[in-house]
């Protein structure tokens, strides 16, 4: 039983360009968080979805950031046209579901670095 | 103020030390959890916490949901537990984490 995967681990972007992260849920699991780590500071909620639903998206920024998680496939964060300050450590966690006895199952990271 | 404290952020321990790491929160919970993350590396889930008391090997971590604090202990300290140590709370309708801005254990062989 594979656990959560992001993927790619290591991200590096040109300012200006877009970058797609990507998680796949532990199986069974139907519900994702999203959370950044900038250098330095530490993990803040982004978003939760369920599949094909943004159910929680207080944590993401305004603008340039959008995430999904369509019926099929994985869990898209995508960022468009990044800055230098998106520089961080993105995290997948995975549930089965919203009880308060849920496990927390983190994803590796991806590290982005724009240039 | 956060919602989450941790203390200290910084911990320098000799080999075979015993460690505490605290941590308090101010908002309703319905589960606390303690997470590992080394330099670079990704978030492992230590313990999950509603009430009492926590044991798995050297480490132990309570809780006191009426002084909404939490400890996590680690006995017979080692190089090995060197890394960063995150309290983090589950809030809201929704579950999300809410994260403390983590201890930096070194320990010294």
């Known amino acids: 039983n594979a656990g959560v995967m992001q993927n790619p681990r290591h991200l590096v972007r040109r300012r200006g360009q877009e970058a797609r992260l990507r998680c796949s849920p532990m199986?069974?699991?139907?519900?994702v968080y999203w959370y950044r780590q900038l250098p330095e500071e530490g993990l803040k909620f982004m978003v939760y979805l369920q599949k094909e639903n943004i159910i929680d998206e207080s944590g993401m920024p305004k603008e340039r950031f959008s995430a999904e998680f369509p019926k099929e496939g994985p869990s898209i964060l995508r960022i468009q046209q990044v800055v230098r300050g998106d520089s961080a450590a993105y995290f997948c966690?995975?549930?089965?579901?919203?009880?308060?006895?849920?496990?927390?199952?983190f994803g590796q990271g991806t590290r982005l670095t724009v240039v | 103020k956060n919602e989450v404290e941790q203390s200290p952020q910084n911990l320098t321990a000799q080999e075979g030390e015993f460690i505490t790491i605290n941590c308090s929160y101010s908002v309703g919970i319905s589960a606390l959890h303690w997470l590992q993350q080394h330099p670079g590396g990704g978030i492992v889930s230590l313990f999950m916490l509603s009430s009492g008391k926590k044991k798995h090997g050297r480490l132990i971590a309570t809780i006191n949901i009426q002084e909404k604090h939490s400890s996590l202990h680690i006995t017979a300290s080692h190089p090995r537990d060197s890394a960063v140590y995150i309290c983090?709370?589950?809030?809201?309708?929704?579950?999300?984490?809410?994260f403390g801005t983590g201890t930096l254990l070194a320990v010294q062989p």
């Open positions: 199986k069974g699991h139907s519900h």
């Open positions: 983090a709370v589950r809030s809201g309708a929704t579950n999300k984490l809410i």
């Open positions: 966690a995975s549930s089965p579901s919203t009880s308060r006895n849920t496990e927390a199952f």
